[in-house]
């Protein structure tokens, strides 16, 4: 079965310390994975997926398929980082999208 | 820009009352997507639709029909509002065969089911 888990609901830290969203993945297939944030107020967007390996405004993840993977890193947590976050996946020909339970971060000043 | 427009930004209904959710998006997306978002549970997808007149349950599909006929819009029905109904409704497209393909969503629909 398809199937995203985010452990944290809540991830609290102060503004300057290096954060780590967690997200793992049962996929029998070859993933495609991806984050998305939504903002206070404002539509769900796309932050970054993993094909593209790149960093989007400081965050960057890398996929383990050893360890099922693709935690959402930052080094120094901004207060404007403060959002919500959700892993998704792409698994199948017709492109279905399954989100994880999304974790909420909260940069502290 | 914007690219996936839903019908309401907020919605009262009463127990019983059928109920449709109209989304419309202007990307010439092949798949479009209904989520319910509610806090904990994150986005639980009910319905699927790959292309016009096609459809495939999501976890959620209790309770809910869609309808594609024409390729912008999607539409969420619900047979008959209940309360555990009530949640923010999510819609999205994005395109199919690019496995890496980016979903655009609505803006959200606030629904209260009283």
């Known amino acids: 079965a398809q199937r995203v888990t985010q452990p944290e609901k809540l991830l609290s830290v102060f503004k300057g310390a290096p954060v780590e969203l967690k997200c793992n993945y049962s996929y029998s297939g070859s993933p495609e994975l991806f984050w998305y944030v939504q903002y206070s107020r404002q539509r769900l967007q796309l932050l970054l997926r993993h094909i593209s390996r790149e960093s989007i405004k400081g965050f960057t993840a890398d996929l383990n398929k050893g360890e099922t993977s693709f935690h959402l890193k930052k080094p120094f947590a901004q207060e404007e980082d403060s959002a919500m976050y959700y892993c998704?996946?792409?698994?199948?020909?017709?492109?279905?999208?399954?989100f994880g339970t999304g974790t909420l971060l909260a940069v502290q000043p | 820009d914007v690219k996936v427009t839903q019908s309401s930004r907020y919605l009262v209904k009463r127990t019983g009352e059928k109920v449709f959710l109209e989304c419309v998006q202007d990307m010439d997306h092949e798949n479009m997507f209904w989520y319910r978002q509610d806090p904990g549970l994150g986005l639980r997808l009910i319905y699927f639709?790959?292309?016009?007149?096609?459809?495939e349950k999501g976890d959620i599909p209790e309770g809910y029909s869609v309808s594609r006929e024409k390729k912008e819009r999607f539409s969420l029905i619900l047979e008959s509002a209940s309360t555990n109904q009530t949640s923010m409704y999510l819609c999205a497209s994005n395109s199919r065969g690019d496995r890496a393909s980016e979903a655009f969503f609505g803006q959200g629909t606030r629904l209260t089911v009283v």
């Open positions: 998704a996946l792409d698994g199948g020909a017709t492109n279905k999208l399954i």
């Open positions: 639709s790959y292309d016009v007149k096609m459809k």
